[in-house]
């Protein structure tokens, strides 16, 4: 787009925006890359959940079709489920730095062209926006980035498995008699027993609640990382 096709008041804008020529294209193509940027990095993450609920589900399903399943492949079931979340952990802290890189464009950037006298610190975040394209550095750690993603999605996964885990013992291969005789099957046959299976699984899980209840919301996690990019408490 030239000036020529402009209207007055914007070719008027640009003119004493003092920018140099090109810059603006610039800018917007910039935009539009960071915006494919963050739809691939979505992709993925959908990717990566789906896998993990067709995982616990084909799993669950297949524990549950026979009772010479033995039940510890529910466990192995939660291990994949963990996996899953340190893969999607990764991915997730691309995709937020893909958002923070676009919030900064849309904030200060696309404000600034709508409403001139709403822009400030023009050359703070001009400055901050340019070393991150030089240094690339993602604004959230791996450890919050799982806390996130099992918050979002993975925690009824596990909350799901570990149910299925418990019915398995309970019904295969008959209903157990007694708390006694459900206790029993929690070993797995003389490599690891009933206690150290029980204690695992269930720190496992209330491990997973706590982290859950004590982590953000995504906005909270993003106005902490543009105060903490600002320099400011």
């Not at 695992?200 to 953000?216: D, N």
């Amino acid at each position: 787009m030239n000036r020529q096709e402009l209207l007055p008041e914007d070719a008027a804008l640009l003119s004493r925006s003092g920018e140099p020529e090109g810059f603006h294209q610039a800018m917007v193509h910039l935009y539009r890359g960071e915006m494919q940027r963050m739809t691939v990095w979505r992709s993925r993450l959908d990717t990566t959940s789906n896998w993990a609920i067709l995982l616990s589900t084909g799993m669950t399903t297949f524990a549950l079709g026979s009772p010479g399943i033995p039940h510890f492949i529910l466990l192995l079931g939660l291990a994949l489920i963990g996996i899953c979340i340190f893969i999607e952990a990764r991915r997730f802290r691309h995709l937020l730095h893909s958002k923070w890189r676009l919030h900064v464009l849309e904030a200060h950037y696309f404000s600034g062209r709508l409403c001139p006298t709403s822009s400030d610190g023009k050359a703070s975040w001009r400055e901050e926006l340019a070393k991150d394209l030089e240094r690339p550095c993602l604004t959230t750690g791996t450890f919050m980035a799982l806390r996130m993603r099992l918050r979002s999605n993975y925690l009824l996964l596990v909350y799901f498995v570990s149910a299925v885990w418990l019915a398995k013992m309970f019904v295969h291969p008959q209903s157990a008699a007694d708390i006694y005789e459900f206790y029993a099957r929690m070993a797995v046959a003389e490599l690891l027993p009933s206690w150290f299976v029980a204690a695992s699984a269930g720190l496992f899980v209330l491990a997973a609640t706590v982290l859950v209840v004590r982590t953000p919301s995504e906005e909270t996690v993003g106005r902490m990382t543009m105060r903490e990019r600002r320099g400011s408490p």
